[in-house]
């Protein structure tokens, strides 16, 4: 399989009153065209911002550095601002976490479906809006076409979400961001949204990006995982195996936190994470989980731990695994 | 919307209709009209005479209605200083004010959106600064000595421009900036708020995610949304306008509506006070109206309440 996106050594730093913010740390990425990565981990950890990052829409004061950042063949680490503008949209698509408010409440839904098509491909708006009408039907909207006239407030949650995602396949992308699309999403409308996804991705030929901090949702719809902590990915694999062999106590730590029915007895206690993430902030040494981990020793706090092969494209990023 | 229209307007008529009453309680309890009326050392006799001529001595509300009942078809009696009839002098008078609080509006507008756009874009660049430093000088300095110091200025000093009268329209140059350099700030600060709220937005990521073009993000996605609660504020600060230029056309002698105000109140005028203060409000509210219809087409969401 050729890479769709390759990706090594993501930095983004940002820099605050307190010392600079290492938010993400040497994250190398591949993927392939039709593939799902899921990045898992919690709040704050850069999962967001390293899809921000591969989208070119971070924050001002953010800094991006990469050793290598190739899309579709081309390079684009030093893609300007304008090359990335005319990828996005286009190539490079991305759906974000809250669909209430995600959308422009003074245009309608057919105007912003249409706008990117119009950006991208010129032509008349007759087209963009055929294009429009047949995604939002694509997307499982029914009465599409009186849709198209009406405002994001006269939209439920899930059908904002269902216009995010054909806003997003407009210009059929080669790749998918999707950052926590469910989040927000109830759980019955959850599911329906995942399932939509993974049906167009097979149909697109998409490669698709999913964060979540939900690892119910990573084992339904992923292909191989990445687990990020502090701006760093820990462990990363192939969903079968990781989850069938989790090496990095983070991750024992999250699959711990699941409940499972039949699995836990009636009145046992969840499994949980002690302590909180710390944030990268400074000259960052060690492991940066060594705090909240059970198993940490005097080196997890000097050494620098690389990510290493534990057979196939598991990797893991601890000084544990080969005892498991 | 058309309901919505509709709901505005029938609400705009009833504060209307409010204004009308305090309009004409203000002048007819603030003093006695009559003994006003007859001059300083009038006897009681002549005073009682003007009061059963004027029909003052009927009840207030009787009063008041066939005040309303003439005002409505346009009729406010006669001037008693200038002894022609009120709505002939409001007339002659009122596209000169009108002219005056357009430019000053337009003034105000062209200098303060721009720069609250860019100080949105530049937080506390030097243009921010300078915005900011432009807004707290047109806040702290009163209306009349900005006047004068643009008089002294451009007129006295350079002679460029004309400093009294209204016959061309060069005239109204410095009395349109003088006036709309004390609406900028507020509608300059606003600007700048709204837009760097909105620039954070969801909308505008989404808005940047799909490639499109800054100018497409700012003016279509952003500026649209900021501009909003600025429509209102502007339709307020050109009824301040009207009321401002009070002043302005004394200080420039232009011969509008404000001037002829002041010469009403200097001369116990009280028809000619009446018909202006009325005028100018019924002015304030129409604006506030069109002000609620703009934002409504502006931001859909507002046409279902």
Not at chain 2, 38 to 50: H, K, L, M, N, Y
Not at chain 2, 60 to 80: K, P
Not at chain 2, 257 to 280: C, K, M, R, S, T
């Amino acid at each position: 399989m050729t890479a769709l996106l390759q990706v090594e050594g993501l930095r983004v730093e940002i820099p605050t009153p307190m010392g600079r913010l290492h938010a993400v740390r040497g994250v190398d990425l591949a993927l392939g065209a039709g593939e799902t990565l899921c990045l898992v981990g919690e709040s704050g950890c850069g999962k967001s911002l390293t899809a921000l990052a591969l989208m070119g829409l971070l924050p001002r004061a953010a800094r991006r550095s990469a050793t290598r950042f190739a899309f579709a063949g081309e390079d684009l680490q030093r893609a300007g601002e304008r090359r990335m503008a005319d990828l996005r949209g286009n190539r490079l698509a991305m759906i974000f976490q809250e669909p209430m408010t995600s959308l422009n409440p003074s245009w309608s839904i057919g105007n912003q479906l249409e706008e990117g098509w119009l950006r991208h491909r010129g032509g008349h708006r007759a087209a963009a809006r055929e294009r429009a009408l047949h995604l939002l039907e694509r997307v499982g909207i029914t009465g599409a076409a009186q849709r198209l006239g009406q405002y994001p407030h006269e939209l439920s949650g899930g059908l904002r979400q269902r216009v995010m995602i054909a806003m997003a396949l407009m210009c059929a992308p080669a790749l998918m961001i999707a950052d926590e699309p469910t989040t927000a999403l109830d759980v019955t409308v959850q599911a329906q949204i995942l399932h939509l996804l993974k049906e167009l991705q097979r149909e697109f030929g998409m490669g698709l990006i999913l964060i979540t901090h939900d690892l119910g949702i990573v084992a339904r719809v992923a292909d191989r995982v990445a687990v990020m902590y502090a701006g760093e990915i820990v462990e990363q694999g192939p969903v079968a195996q990781l989850f069938a062999r989790p090496a990095h106590p983070y991750t024992r730590g999250l699959l711990a936190c699941i409940p499972v029915p039949g699995r836990l007895a009636p009145g046992e206690r969840l499994g949980t994470i002690p302590g909180v993430v710390s944030p990268p902030i400074g000259t960052l040494t060690g492991c940066q989980f060594r705090n909240r981990c059970a198993e940490a020793e005097d080196q997890c706090a000097t050494r620098a731990f690389e990510l290493r092969g534990l057979g196939g494209s598991h990797r893991l990023r601890c000084r544990l695994g080969n005892a498991i | 919307m058309l309901q919505y229209a509709l709901k505005r307007a029938v609400l705009a008529l009833l504060v209307a209709l409010t204004v009308s009453l305090i309009c004409f309680l203000l002048v007819n309890l603030s003093t006695d009209v009559a003994t006003a009326m007859a001059g300083e050392g009038a006897t009681a006799e002549t005073i009682d005479a003007i009061r059963h001529q004027y029909g003052l001595d009927r009840p207030l509300a009787v009063q008041y209605f066939e005040w309303l009942g003439h005002a409505a078809r346009g009729d406010f009696g006669d001037s008693l200083y200038f002894h022609t009839p009120v709505a002939a002098l409001v007339a002659e008078r009122m596209p000169t004010t009108m002219v005056l609080g357009a430019a000053a509006l337009g003034f105000a507008l062209l200098l303060s959106i721009p720069l609250g756009v860019i100080a949105a874009l530049k937080p506390n660049s030097w243009i921010d600064r300078l915005a900011l430093t432009i807004a707290v000088v047109g806040q702290a300095m009163p209306t009349f000595w900005f006047a004068l110091l643009l008089m002294y200025l451009f007129g006295v000093t350079l002679h460029l421009l004309p400093i009294s009268g209204g016959d061309t329209w060069q005239h109204f140059i410095l009395p349109s900036v003088a006036l709309g350099y004390y609406a900028t700030p507020a509608i300059m600060r606003l600007t700048r708020s709204g837009m760097l709220e909105v620039l954070e937005s969801d909308y505008i990521r989404t808005a940047r995610a799909k490639g499109l073009r800054n100018t497409s993000v700012l003016f279509k996605h952003a500026l649209r949304n900021a501009v909003a609660p600025v429509v209102a504020l502007a339709a307020v600060q050109l009824g301040f306008l009207l009321g401002g230029s009070v002043v302005i056309e004394t200080v420039f002698a232009l011969n509008g509506l404000g001037y002829l105000a002041w010469e009403a109140i200097g001369h116990n005028d009280f028809p000619v006070v009446q018909a202006v203060v009325l005028l100018i409000s019924l002015v304030y509210i129409v604006l506030t109206l069109l002000a609620d219809l703009a934002n409504a087409w502006l931001d859909p969401r507002i046409r279902i309440a």
